[in-house]
């Protein structure tokens, strides 16, 4: 019996396209004096706060809500306007020919508003690549937001769109995220390229010759995809 084609999860920034040298720098800059200005911080103690918010609940906004009372449209208007943004993406040419190539639905899953989503997608000329973004504002679930790697959202998106977790796969830079996925019963591949030359996030130096469990397989470039995934 012919198994079914896979559905494909993407993230955005640093598994599309390289972010860290680029959007990441202007979106953390953007929120760090969003922080500044909204809670009359100084821009160093606004940064430091950001950072915080970022490591113990996995987004800097969801520090900002709950204990500050920051409404989430505000936040994300706010930070992600950045009129310069198409100037700072770009993807492999090789990369974007192999992704709109693989077979099966594929989706955006990303922590970032769907405003923003469809800016990058659209300059990296793949806005007609996926079936749908799944951004932060549909990542509520009982009227609390609760972005990746919140397994309720997750299972709560995979329900929205009647799919079954085995059939899915998550490609993600950050472990967190794929750790949460593989519980439901996701298959997950970690995207490396970008990491290698960037310090964003925890996945940095010797921790990426390492796969743990709970990954599928690791990948330095979207054109392995097809040789990982059957």
């Known amino acids: 019996m012919k198994r079914p084609r896979p559905v494909w999860l993407f ?22 004096a969003y922080i500044a ?15 915080d918010y970022w490591r113990r609940h996995g987004a800097t906004l ?11 449209a ?9 009129p310069d943004l ?63 790697p919140d397994g309720r959202m997750l299972r709560i998106v995979l329900a929205r769109l009647k799919l079954r977790p085995e059939r899915c796969v998550l490609v993600e830079d950050t472990l967190a995220h794929q750790r949460s996925a593989h519980a439901l019963g996701l298959r997950t591949v970690w995207m490396q ?7 964003h996030g925890p996945e940095v130096g010797a921790r990426l010759r390492r796969k743990p469990i709970y990954v599928y397989a690791r990948i330095p470039s979207l054109q392995k995809l097809r040789v990982h995934i059957r």
């Open 74 to 82: 505000h936040f994300l208007e706010h930070t992600h306007c950045l």
């Open 11 to 32: 993230d955005l920034d640093n598994t599309l396209h390289d972010a860290s040298h680029g959007a990441l720098g202007l979106i953390d800059e953007a929120m760090t």
């Open 37 to 51: 200005r909204v809670l009359r911080l100084d821009p160093a103690e606004a940064d430091v706060l950001r950072l």
């Open 86 to 148: 198409e100037a700072h993406l770009k993807i492999n040419a090789r990369d974007r020919a192999a992704l709109k190539a693989l077979p099966g639905r594929k989706f955006v899953l990303t922590n970032a508003p769907a405003s923003y989503a469809r800016r990058v997608l659209t300059a990296l000329g793949l806005a007609g690549a996926f079936e749908a973004v799944i951004s932060i504002e549909r990542m509520r679930c009982f009227g609390r937001l609760r972005p990746k």
């Open 193 to 199: 390229r970008h990491l290698w030359r960037n310090a």
């Open 62 to 72: 969801l520090g900002l809500e709950r204990h500050h009372g920051v409404r989430a």
